[in-house]
Each structure stands twice: as structure tokens, then as C-alpha cells.
């Protein structure tokens, strides 16, 4: 699950902001790639801790499983190297659910009031915090994520984020497939949004 993501469902156990930035820590944590070494805060802790459950239980519910594993065929059958295909679905899946969400005004306000949230005394990061504070400026001022229901743009933060890695990183041969398989994927993850997310909170407990 991707950070918007983690903080929607923060939210149905605790809405409190500290309680959702603590859910997109770790997240943050790997795009600034500079280690969070303390949290001095037992809210946001708790935000930590539900975060690495969340992926846990997300990643194991059968409609992601099977909207990453379809993904995975199509692209694969179109070229696509496995580790590439396998990547590219695991990640798209997760960066459209964010676009879905981002449709809800009340996710939206959760979400903008996390990144509010002052660090100092909260957070020990090796850096002293510099990375995070530009990441948290650039995500205050991106706003609502809804840019992730995009295919294109998707496409783009793809290929920025498996650039670094050889055995990922999406080929120029490889880039027409996955653009072509992504709008499809899209309106996929849209249609099963619901479903996977009351799967999720079945598996997290969080039954109504």
C-alpha cells in the first residue's frame, strides 16, 4: 500500500493527525532513503506500528493478489521482463488505489492535517530531518495525490522509481507495454477498490 493509502486506513482506527503521519513514515522513510532512527511520540509509534500490519494483511488479501497477479500476465505476455512486470504491477496497483481515494474530500483533509504535524521532539532522523522536511513541502504543496489516478503520470513515477535498480528498471522496449497496459489496470483497481478495502479491514480488524 502506498502512503496515502496507509493513511486512509489509519484513520479508521485512530484519526488523530500524528496517528496517520506515523502510517506514512516508513514509506517516507524509503523515498527520502534516509533512516528513521527514533520516534518520540507513542501516537505517531502507534501510526508506525499499524503501518507495517497494514502491508502485511494488505498484500496477503485475494483482490490486490489477484489485480497484481492479472497485471503481472498481461505485461509479461506483452515482453515484459518478470521482474520488471511483477514490480510495475505491484506498484501501479498500489499508486492507482491512491488515486481512487484521493477522490474523498474527508481523506484529502486527513492526509493534509499528517503532513502538518510539527517533528520537532517527535521525530530523530540520522539527517536531523532536512530530507523529510523538503519531502513533507513538496507532498503539502503537490496536495490531494489525485494525479496517481493518471495513467501517464504513473508511468513517469514507474520508471523515476525503478531507474536505480538494473533488474527492475523498465526498458525502453518495455516502456510502450507498460503504458499500454496501465489505463486498463486503472479502471481495474477502480472498479475493485471497495472490495479490496472492506477485504482489508476484515483482515486488520477493524470490522464495523
Not at 8 to 16: P, T
Not at 46 to 66: E, I, K, N, Q
Not at 144 to 170: C, E, K, N, T
Amino acid at each position: 500500500m502506498n502512503f496515502f493509502g496507509h493513511a486512509v486506513v489509519a484513520g479508521w482506527a485512530d484519526k488523530q493527525a500524528g496517528h496517520l503521519l506515523g502510517s506514512m513514515l516508513p514509506d517516507f522513510e524509503a523515498m527520502v532513503r534516509v533512516p528513521l532512527l527514533e520516534v518520540h511520540d507513542a501516537v505517531v509509534q502507534r501510526g508506525v506500528d499499524l503501518h507495517h500490519r497494514t502491508d502485511d494483511a494488505f498484500h496477503r488479501t485475494r483482490v490486490f493478489l489477484s489485480l497484481s497477479s492479472g497485471a503481472l500476465q498481461e505485461l509479461t505476455e506483452a515482453g515484459v521482463r518478470r521482474g520488471t512486470a511483477r514490480a510495475v504491477a505491484h506498484i501501479a496497483t498500489e499508486m492507482f488505489l491512491d488515486g481512487c481515494l484521493a477522490d474523498d474530500p474527508p481523506h484529502v483533509d486527513g492526509y493534509l492535517a499528517a503532513l502538518e504535524v510539527e517533528a520537532d521532539g517527535k521525530l530523530h532522523w540520522r539527517d536531523g530531518g532536512g530530507a523529510y522536511e523538503k519531502l513533507r513541502g513538496r507532498l503539502t504543496t503537490w496536495g490531494a495525490p489525485r494525479d496517481y489516478a493518471d495513467p501517464g503520470f504513473v508511468l513517469r513515477r514507474l520508471r523515476d522509481a525503478l531507474r536505480s535498480r538494473p533488474a527492475l528498471a523498465i526498458g525502453e522496449e518495455e516502456t510502450a507495454p507498460v503504458a499500454a497496459s496501465l489505463p486498463a489496470l486503472q479502471q481495474r483497481v477502480r472498479r475493485d477498490a471497495r472490495e479490496l478495502l472492506n477485504e482489508l479491514r476484515g483482515a486488520l480488524g477493524f470490522d464495523c
